[in-house]
């Protein structure tokens, strides 16, 4: 655990989920699904069953090449940055990379911040090589921040979402670490 200051100044403490959290980690993801078209989910359609949901962040706590961070304003949750990993042989060396930030702390930095804990994580965890994740075209900051991280384009996804009654396409990109 960690604090990390953003643009203005703000105190933000970063750390690894555990199965605590997961009650607060489903509210979280509920109330910002509501916040933004670019995730894929809507408000209040984050529905997990509250046992295998800690269940699920115990286990993943448990995998070298897996990790979810929660950042924390006074106790509560702004942001979640994720690493999920299959544990196959052939494909553990890819991680998927997810990141949800409220509404009121974008801009901030703390997407930026989240981005290089779990880049950081990946290069240190001895194997993870590529980091892969998908967003809505039209998430073009987000998209930008991911260039200068590094990611590349390396696929489109045509219609792939449904949103207010339109279809959107989403951007596939991956980093060689």
Same mark, same amino acid.
């Given at each position: 655990?960690?604090?990390? +200051? ?10 690894k989920a ?9 509210d979280? +993801? ?22 295998? +949901?800690?269940?699920y ?42 990141? *949800? ?10 997407g ?6 779990l ?27 991911y ?20 279809? +959107?396409?989403? *951007? ?6």
């Open positions: 655990m960690h604090n990390v +200051y953003l643009k203005n100044n703000l105190k933000v403490t970063i750390r555990t199965e605590d959290d997961a009650q607060n980690m489903i979280f +993801y509920n109330v910002v699904g509501g916040e933004s078209d670019f995730l894929s989910f809507g408000a209040n359609e984050f529905k997990r069953d509250l046992h295998e +949901y800690k269940n962040i115990t286990a993943t706590s448990k995998e070298s090449n897996s990790i979810i961070l929660i950042a924390e304003k006074d106790s509560t949750i702004i942001g979640i940055a994720t690493i999920n990993s299959p544990q196959k042989e052939r494909t553990k060396h890819v991680g998927t990379l997810g990141i *949800v930030v409220s509404e009121a702390y974008t801009g901030m930095g703390l930026r911040g989240l981005m290089n804990e880049l950081e994580w990946a290069r240190l965890n001895g194997i993870t090589k590529k980091i892969s994740l998908v967003t809505n075209e039209n998430n073009v900051t987000a998209i930008e921040l260039r200068k991280l590094g990611f590349e384009k390396e696929g489109l996804l045509k219609n792939d979402n449904f949103i207010k009654g339109t279809y +959107y396409n989403t *951007v596939v990109m991956g980093l060689l670490l």
